[in-house]
Nanobody, 127 residues
Framework: QVQLVESGGGLVQPGGSLKLSCAAS????????IGWFRQAPGKEREGVSY???????????YYTDSVKGRFTISRDSAKNTVYLQMNSLKPEDTAVYYC?????????????????WGQGTQVTVSS
């Protein structure tokens, strides 16, 4: 059974850090591009970051402008997991964060091409 499970969300003060995990079962993440998306109440889902597959392309990464220099996406092939390290968090980062897998291996900040989605994890940045 193909499944993505996010974890690591929670409540953090502004300036704090969280590390989100996206663990896969039923397929190997290395062959997929993995994206992180977020959706705040009343807003559309936003592409935050993605990492392409080094089996398909160059394993490159993308970050939306608002998180550049603060967020880092990475893979752990042995654990079949992708991470999103989030530092210097701001209240505007508050949202439900989703990971998704794109079978093309290329990746995009647009949600439509992604084949599999996790259930989401809540991130709340507040004092």
């Amino acid at each position: 059974q193909v499944q993505l499970v996010e974890s690591g969300g929670g409540l953090v003060q502004p300036g704090g850090s969280l590390k989100l995990s996206c663990a896969a079962s039923g397929f190997t993440l290395d062959y997929y591009a993995i994206g992180w998306f977020r959706q705040a109440p009343g807003k559309e889902r936003e592409g935050v970051s993605y990492i392409s597959s080094s089996y398909v392309t160059d394993g490159s990464t993308y970050y939306t402008d608002s998180v550049k220099g603060r967020f880092t996406i990475s893979r752990d092939s042995a654990k079949n997991t992708v991470y999103l390290q989030m530092n210097s968090l701001k209240p505007e980062d508050t949202a439900v964060y989703y990971c998704a897998a794109d079978s093309s291996g290329i990746g995009t900040s647009v949600a439509t091409p992604y084949d599999y989605w996790g259930q989401g994890t809540q991130v709340t940045v507040s004092s």
